[in-house]
């Protein structure tokens, strides 16, 4: 009887070990899509870039820039890129969203100063003296979720309530297979 419980008990354990092993998304190869909910002053893209690792480095003045380098990690880059202005200068005006997630993506769930566990930030690129820049995301929450064995499913809410800001949230399932670039 003792014989038969510990195997019941291993098989078990075997099952949720391989329940758990497929729970994760490898990103092999980059992956870039437009968004289905952008503004619709402008397009957006999602990109996850495998073997990558990203930090936000300090120049002369103070402000933060992001550095990407081989690594292994995949860095998530958001882009809002608003239509300009026909015949005006400067009207050039771009939002983004950097994070760093893990090599495996599986579940993840942050908020607030914990949203720099992956390194999030927002990037703010306009002719907007004073009010942009890139900004660490400190008051949010980001959810990332397996959809299937091919798209994973991205939730963010967060604000920068240094300056103003476009997009606040993000709510895309992005496929893996279909979508991905070489």
């Not at 495996?104 to 908020?111: A, C, V």
């Not at 606040?168 to 279909?178: A, Y």
């Amino acid at each position: 009887m003792k014989k038969l419980i510990i195997i019941g008990l291993l098989f078990l354990i075997s099952c949720k070990t391989a329940e758990k092993a497929t729970s994760q998304v490898n990103i092999i190869k980059p992956v870039s899509v437009q968004t289905e909910n952008c503004p619709e002053n402008g397009t957006c893209t999602i990109e996850l870039i495998p073997d990558k690792t990203i930090d936000f480095k300090t120049d002369e003045f103070g402000n933060l820039y992001p550095v990407i380098s081989e690594g292994n990690k995949t860095v998530l880059k958001y882009t809002f890129s608003k239509k300009p202005i026909e015949n005006v200068a400067d009207s050039n005006y771009t939002e983004l969203i950097y994070a760093e997630l893990p090599s495996q993506i599986s579940e993840l769930n942050f908020e607030n100063t914990a949203l720099q566990t992956i390194k999030l930030h927002y990037g703010r690129l306009c002719f907007c003296k004073g009010e942009s820049g890139y900004f660490p995301i400190n008051n949010g929450v980001f959810k990332l979720s397996k959809v299937d064995e091919n798209s994973i499913k991205i939730d963010l809410n967060f604000s920068v309530k240094k300056i103003p800001q476009i997009i606040s949230e993000i709510h895309e399932t992005v496929s893996l297979k279909s979508n991905a670039t070489n």
